[in-house]
């Protein structure tokens, strides 16, 4: 098999073209949009589907299919009644470092809007899941995730009151949880962590300003303090649009 030998390491081996070379008609139109996107830029507007279809000479539902496809893969975002050029995806480290960090190593800001703080006693599929004790106070912290105030995500984290008893009273929703932890003097010893692909449900993508049909990325997180005690269980959901992430391994 022949390679290009400018193909980038990362990128779909041949750029997708299956053996026998017959192309989709709209991935090929998909192709020919995404070296375009180049040319125009972050946040440039893209030519309606008719001038598109009528530079390629396709059906604008061909146009339609691939500019969808782009959207979804995050090459491409829907701004008011155009559809945009979007940036590269944050690339989020798999770590016990907080989403802050994360975002402030790659030049964004990063934000929170509360939706809801509460406490309630810790339901059975919890307490076996963390290794709390059925019924226990526990506080639910849920809020949306920003990056220089955009919509990226939502995050649900459950700790225990017994652990941060003060925390609707002393905690900026704004800021980090993990920072707040820090300056309670706990400190992170390890977690467990499963990355999912989803959807959104309804709330869910209201919340976080996306369609209902976004692939989103899911990471389930238990983490425990330094002595092995249980410390949060949090459910993060993630544009796929938006996001990437990354890690580092070690033989």
């Not at 509360?114 to 290794?131: I, K, N, Q, S, Y």
Request: net charge neutral.
């Amino acid at each position: 098999m022949d390679y290009p030998n400018d193909q980038a390491p990362g990128a779909p081996v041949r750029s997708g073209i299956p053996e026998h070379g017959r192309i989709p008609k709209y991935y090929a139109v998909k192709a020919r949009i995404a070296a375009l996107l180049e040319e125009l830029g972050e946040g440039s507007v893209i030519p309606t589907e008719r001038d598109l279809a009528e530079r390629y000479d396709v059906a604008r539902e061909t146009v339609r299919q691939a500019v969808r496809d782009l959207v979804l893969e995050g090459r491409l975002r829907r701004r008011g009644r155009g559809t945009v050029v979007a940036g590269p995806k944050l690339a989020q480290p798999l770590s016990l470092a907080s989403y802050t960090e994360g975002v402030r190593k790659q030049g964004r800001t990063p934000g929170r809007t509360l939706v809801t703080l509460d406490r309630f006693p810790c339901p059975d599929p919890l307490a076996a899941e963390t290794g709390l004790t059925r019924g226990e106070p526990v506080w639910h912290l849920e809020r949306v995730l920003l990056a220089d105030d955009e919509r990226v995500g939502l995050e649900s984290t459950y700790v225990a009151v017994a652990r941060v008893p003060r925390l609707d009273s002393d905690f900026d929703p704004d800021s980090s949880f993990y920072g707040y932890l820090a300056a309670q003097g706990i400190a992170f010893g390890d977690a467990d962590e499963r990355i999912e692909t989803v959807l959104a449900t309804p709330r869910e993508a209201l919340l976080i300003g996306t369609p209902p049909a976004l692939p989103m990325l899911l990471i389930h997180r238990v983490s425990r303090d330094t002595e092995g005690r249980p410390l949060e269980r949090v459910r993060s959901l993630y544009r796929g649009d938006r996001f990437s992430f990354t890690t580092r391994l070690q033989g």
